[in-house]
Protein backbone atom coordinates (compact mmCIF):
# COMPACT_ATOMS: atom_id res chain seq x y z
CA UNK A 1 0.00 0.00 0.00
CA UNK A 2 1.47 3.32 -1.25
CA UNK A 3 -0.02 5.67 1.28
CA UNK A 4 0.29 9.64 0.47
CA UNK A 5 -1.03 12.78 1.63
CA UNK A 6 -4.33 12.61 -0.67
CA UNK A 7 -4.68 9.14 -2.03
CA UNK A 8 -4.81 5.81 0.39
CA UNK A 9 -4.08 3.26 -2.23
CA UNK A 10 -2.74 4.64 -5.29
CA UNK A 11 -2.77 7.77 -6.87
CA UNK A 12 -4.18 6.62 -10.40
CA UNK A 13 -7.20 5.75 -8.23
CA UNK A 14 -7.31 8.80 -6.14
CA UNK A 15 -7.70 10.47 -9.32
CA UNK A 16 -10.07 7.98 -11.15
CA UNK A 17 -12.36 7.76 -8.27
CA UNK A 18 -12.72 10.83 -6.32
CA UNK A 19 -11.46 13.70 -8.99
CA UNK A 20 -13.16 11.64 -12.32
CA UNK A 21 -15.87 10.47 -11.18
CA UNK A 22 -16.71 12.21 -7.63
CA UNK A 23 -15.48 15.65 -9.17
CA UNK A 24 -17.83 15.20 -12.43
CA UNK A 25 -20.57 14.33 -10.37
CA UNK A 26 -19.97 17.41 -8.17
CA UNK A 27 -19.84 19.60 -11.42
CA UNK A 28 -22.90 18.40 -12.61
CA UNK A 29 -24.98 18.47 -9.19
CA UNK A 30 -23.23 21.80 -8.52
CA UNK A 31 -25.02 23.28 -11.90
CA UNK A 32 -28.27 21.72 -10.95
CA UNK A 33 -28.51 23.31 -7.21
CA UNK A 34 -27.22 26.94 -9.87
CA UNK A 35 -30.29 25.75 -12.46
CA UNK A 36 -33.21 25.65 -9.35
CA UNK A 37 -31.54 29.06 -7.52
CA UNK A 38 -30.57 26.66 -4.46
CA UNK A 39 -28.13 28.11 -2.03
CA UNK A 40 -24.42 27.28 -1.63
CA UNK A 41 -25.58 25.38 1.70
CA UNK A 42 -27.07 23.05 -0.04
CA UNK A 43 -24.87 22.19 -2.42
CA UNK A 44 -22.38 21.80 0.77
CA UNK A 45 -24.80 19.09 2.11
CA UNK A 46 -25.37 17.36 -1.01
CA UNK A 47 -21.38 17.21 -1.71
CA UNK A 48 -21.47 15.50 2.04
CA UNK A 49 -23.38 12.48 1.09
CA UNK A 50 -21.59 12.38 -2.55
CA UNK A 51 -18.55 12.01 -0.22
CA UNK A 52 -19.70 9.87 1.35
CA UNK A 53 -20.68 7.79 -1.60
CA UNK A 54 -17.16 8.29 -3.15
CA UNK A 55 -15.61 6.36 0.29
CA UNK A 56 -17.78 3.59 -0.53
CA UNK A 57 -15.94 3.41 -4.02
CA UNK A 58 -12.52 3.44 -2.60
CA UNK A 59 -13.78 0.85 -0.63
CA UNK A 60 -15.58 -1.27 -2.61
CA UNK A 61 -13.64 -1.41 -5.64
CA UNK A 62 -9.85 -0.62 -4.73
CA UNK A 63 -9.83 -1.84 -0.97
CA UNK A 64 -9.57 1.43 0.84
CA UNK A 65 -10.66 2.19 4.28
CA UNK A 66 -14.37 3.31 4.54
CA UNK A 67 -14.41 4.61 7.60
CA UNK A 68 -11.15 6.90 7.08
CA UNK A 69 -12.45 10.66 8.58
CA UNK A 70 -8.73 12.04 6.86
CA UNK A 71 -9.84 10.63 4.26
CA UNK A 72 -13.69 11.20 3.78
CA UNK A 73 -12.53 15.17 4.27
CA UNK A 74 -9.50 15.37 2.03
CA UNK A 75 -12.09 13.40 -0.62
CA UNK A 76 -15.02 16.39 0.24
CA UNK A 77 -12.70 18.91 0.27
CA UNK A 78 -12.08 18.11 -3.62
CA UNK A 79 -15.35 17.22 -4.77
CA UNK A 80 -16.69 20.75 -2.56
CA UNK A 81 -14.23 22.75 -5.22
CA UNK A 82 -15.44 20.73 -8.34
CA UNK A 83 -18.94 21.33 -6.92
CA UNK A 84 -18.62 25.01 -6.24
CA UNK A 85 -16.54 25.98 -9.49
CA UNK A 86 -19.81 24.13 -11.72
CA UNK A 87 -22.11 25.79 -9.79
CA UNK A 88 -20.24 29.56 -10.23
CA UNK A 89 -20.10 28.81 -14.04
CA UNK A 90 -23.70 28.14 -14.59
CA UNK A 91 -24.78 30.92 -12.14
CA UNK A 92 -22.48 33.07 -14.41
CA UNK A 93 -24.21 31.97 -17.08
CA UNK A 94 -27.56 32.26 -15.81
CA UNK A 95 -27.01 36.62 -14.56
CA UNK A 96 -25.58 37.37 -17.91
CA UNK A 97 -28.65 35.73 -19.47
CA UNK A 98 -31.59 36.60 -16.98
CA UNK A 99 -30.22 39.80 -16.02
CA UNK A 100 -28.80 41.17 -19.93
CA UNK A 101 -29.79 44.21 -19.15
CA UNK A 102 -28.07 45.31 -16.18
CA UNK A 103 -25.06 42.41 -16.68
CA UNK A 104 -22.37 40.86 -18.76
CA UNK A 105 -20.40 37.73 -18.10
CA UNK A 106 -17.16 38.24 -17.44
CA UNK A 107 -14.74 34.77 -18.21
CA UNK A 108 -16.33 31.98 -17.15
CA UNK A 109 -16.78 32.16 -13.89
CA UNK A 110 -17.70 35.91 -13.22
CA UNK A 111 -20.40 38.96 -14.39
CA UNK A 112 -19.92 42.50 -14.19
CA UNK A 113 -22.32 45.48 -13.98
CA UNK A 114 -22.81 46.83 -17.72
CA UNK A 115 -21.81 50.50 -18.45
CA UNK A 116 -25.07 52.38 -19.07
Known amino acids: MENGLFWEVSIAEFIFVTMILGGGTAWMTGRAVAQTWRTPLQLA ?5 LSLAVRFIHFALFNGTLLSGYYF ?30 FARSGPFGWRQKEH
Open 45 to 49: WYMVI
Open 73 to 102: VVDFLVILVFAFLGMRFTRAGQIARQYSFA
